[in-house]
């Protein structure tokens, strides 16, 4: 009687445990996305970012979640990332976001503005300055929702094949440079290129283009430009702190399981610090590989960073003027960035410039 009872009760709780599993199931389903990236395999730093997602993503759901990277031009061209995004081509996709300024200026809050935040600035915006509330309202408009998942670091000013002396060796330089900056330029006379990163070296060996910048040290000397201009510019005054952004489909991201969506948010985050971290501990020896290989290291002169700082902020005020989505940003980014400056002069200013200087004494 007893055993009877016993084979009883196991019934049920294999039934119970049969019916269970399909609702299991349908809260852990295996979905397998392809992301979109606008940077080329050989930079692991910032075509790095995306691998660094994949796997975490992977790693946290068992492999339920996966997503498989592709560079720049193996689905897309590195510069048209948004679209495929956008149209469903692709379920995300790794690029940063100031590519897109020809379609709206507004874009480049979310990647870098000229003369504006240092990466932990920029971080400090997004995550809890109310930025990502204004960015996804922004790019609600595109079917898209965007994730901070990567910063360069303020970068380097590009390399030259004369030296600039002074605002009017601007005048009629073709040069490669990545989003809004280049309007700021055509202000002082220079015909900006936007180039892809794997495409400006022949750009720049075959004379199409005079000058280019990419990145910092650790990538320019991947991608050779040492070899065909000697001249090395600092600072980067166009990308203080560049977000890198991953882009998501909006249906994609909604139809994502909420456990899902977490470990993607998480995986943006990590490599989010990651790539800063890589390019703060690889770009100190490649600038001394570079230096000692020959490039010539300048810093822009004064005269053309304040010409150049004027146009930025001329700029900024016409387009707000002009574009509602642009002001709807700029003002609160504006106050945010007035706040920053204050502390950053107050304690990491100050402290950078004394340890910075003391430390070469020693």
């Known amino acids: 009687m007893k055993r009877r009872s016993f084979l009883a009760s196991a019934g049920v709780g294999v039934a119970a445990s049969t019916l269970a599993a399909p609702a299991i199931a349908q809260s852990t389903p295996e979905v397998h996305w392809r992301l979109a990236s606008s940077f080329p395999k050989s930079l692991d730093t910032i075509y790095g970012a995306a691998d660094v997602i994949s796997?975490?993503?992977?790693?946290?759901?068992?492999?339920?979640?996966?997503?498989?990277?592709?560079?720049?031009?193996?689905?897309?061209?590195?510069?048209?990332?948004?679209?495929?995004?956008?149209?469903?081509?692709?379920?995300?996709?790794?690029?940063?976001?100031?590519?897109?300024?020809?379609?709206?200026?507004?874009?480049?809050?979310?990647?870098?503005?000229?003369?504006?935040?240092n990466a932990r600035q920029q971080n400090a915006w997004i995550l809890q300055g109310g930025g990502m509330e204004l960015l996804r309202e922004f790019f609600k408009g595109y079917n898209v929702v965007n994730f901070p998942a990567g910063n360069t670091g303020t970068q380097m000013g590009g390399w030259f094949r004369k030296e600039i002396k002074t605002v009017q060796d601007l005048s009629g330089l073709k040069f490669r440079i990545g989003g809004?900056?280049?309007?700021?330029?055509?202000?002082?006379?220079?015909?900006?290129?936007?180039?892809?990163?794997?495409?400006?070296?022949?750009?720049?060996?075959?004379?199409?283009?005079?000058?280019?910048?990419?990145?910092?040290?650790?990538?320019?000397?991947?991608?050779?430009?040492?070899?065909?201009?000697?001249?090395y510019y600092y600072p980067g005054w166009w990308e203080g702190g560049l977000n890198v952004s991953l882009l998501v489909n909006q249906q994609k991201w909604e139809e994502l399981p909420k456990p899902y969506q977490a470990a993607l948010e998480a995986a943006c985050?990590?490599?989010?610090?990651?790539?800063?971290?890589?390019?703060?501990?690889?770009?100190?020896?490649?600038?001394?590989?570079?230096?000692?290989?020959?490039?010539?290291?300048?810093?822009?002169?004064?005269?053309?960073?304040?010409?150049?700082?004027?146009?930025?902020?001329?700029?900024?005020?016409?387009?707000?003027?002009?574009?509602?989505?642009?002001?709807?940003?700029?003002?609160?980014w504006k106050k945010f960035r007035d706040e920053e400056y204050l502390w950053f002069r107050v304690a990491e200013n100050s402290f950078d410039n004394f340890t910075f200087t003391a430390g070469q004494r020693r």
């Open 180 to 231: 809004f900056a280049g309007q700021v330029l055509t202000k002082l006379g220079v015909v900006p290129q936007q180039i892809a990163g794997g495409d400006i070296y022949p750009s720049l060996e075959k004379g199409t283009i005079d000058a280019a910048e990419w990145i910092g040290p650790y990538d320019d000397e991947k991608l050779g430009f040492n070899k065909v201009a000697k001249y």
């Open 55 to 117: 796997r975490r993503v992977a790693a946290i759901t068992d492999n339920k979640f996966t997503i498989r990277p592709f560079a720049a031009g193996e689905i897309v061209p590195g510069l048209q990332v948004l679209d495929a995004v956008q149209n469903g081509t692709v379920e995300c996709g790794h690029t940063a976001s100031y590519y897109y300024v020809g379609k709206d200026p507004t874009f480049t809050f979310d990647a870098t503005v000229p003369f504006g935040l």
């Open 269 to 332: 985050y990590e490599a989010l610090a990651i790539m800063n971290a890589k390019y703060d501990a690889d770009n100190p020896a490649a600038l001394k590989r570079l230096v000692a290989g020959g490039a010539q290291l300048r810093p822009f002169p004064r005269e053309v960073m304040e010409a150049c700082y004027k146009a930025a902020y001329e700029l900024y005020d016409e387009t707000a003027k002009n574009n509602p989505k642009f002001a709807k940003i700029y003002e609160p």
